[in-house]
Antibody
């Protein structure tokens, strides 16, 4: 079981780019897929996208035009960039491991604690 | 996109009683369904995958059933630590991976 920790600014201005990093510890980032999921205050979960350590990605079509997920294997980190944000992007952002084809199916067994990002001027 | 619908939105149950939560998919997801538990201020925790297999360390009072479009999570005898929000997630057709809107299990 790996540990994940999100980091990044808690406040972003409208129209700017939200940037977050997830640091993986207790295991190699090269051993799995990694995902970002968000949760607006008081609402449900929305999958943003995933990345494999090789750099291959897949994004939620609803966010695809604004999302970039990247990986830095040397730092055991992966990152999220969401451009042109609006107040609707205010949410707790979680990073998580993802296990397509694994024993648990394409689920999210390990999660970071989450970080609240508020979009406001 | 597969839409996951959970019911009820809120379930009021007394400790020791059984809780039954439902999740419906807009099209068949076979058995490619998971359940998560989320407590206030915490990240979700994987409870069930493959519709009915408990995750690591998950107590036996949690059980999942169903296939296709209709799924159920049952908590046989609610403990105080089980009061939380529960989400289902399908992983049969993606992108996108999709979650239900959640069921809050509260103390009656």
């Amino acid at each position: 079981q790996v540990q994940l920790q999100e980091s990044g600014p808690g406040l972003v201005k409208p129209s700017e780019t939200l940037s977050l990093t997830c640091t993986v510890s207790g295991g190699s980032i090269s051993s799995n897929f990694w995902s970002w999921i968000r949760q607006p205050p008081g609402k449900g979960l929305e999958w943003i996208g995933y990345i494999y350590y090789s750099g291959s990605t897949n994004y939620n079509p609803s966010l695809k035009s604004r999302v970039t997920i990247s990986v830095d294997t040397s730092k055991n980190q992966f990152s999220l960039k969401l451009s042109s944000v609006t107040p609707a992007d205010t949410a707790v952002y979680y990073c998580a491991s993802w296990t397509p084809g694994g024993v648990t199916g394409a689920t999210f067994p390990d999660w970071g604690q989450g970080t609240l990002v508020t979009v406001s001027s | 996109e597969i839409v996951m619908t959970q019911s009820p939105a809120t379930l009021s149950v007394s400790p020791g009683e059984r809780a039954t939560l439902s999740c419906r998919a807009s099209q068949s997801v076979r058995s490619n369904l998971a359940w998560y538990q989320q407590k206030p201020g915490q990240a979700p925790r994987l409870l069930i995958y493959g519709a009915s297999t408990r995750g690591t360390g998950i107590p036996a009072r949690f059980s999942g059933s169903g296939s296709g479009t209709e799924f159920t999570l049952t908590i046989s005898s609610l403990q105080s630590e089980d009061f939380a929000v529960y989400y289902c997630q399908q992983y049969n057709n993606w992108p996108p991976l999709t979650f239900g809107g959640g069921t809050k299990v509260e103390i009656k």
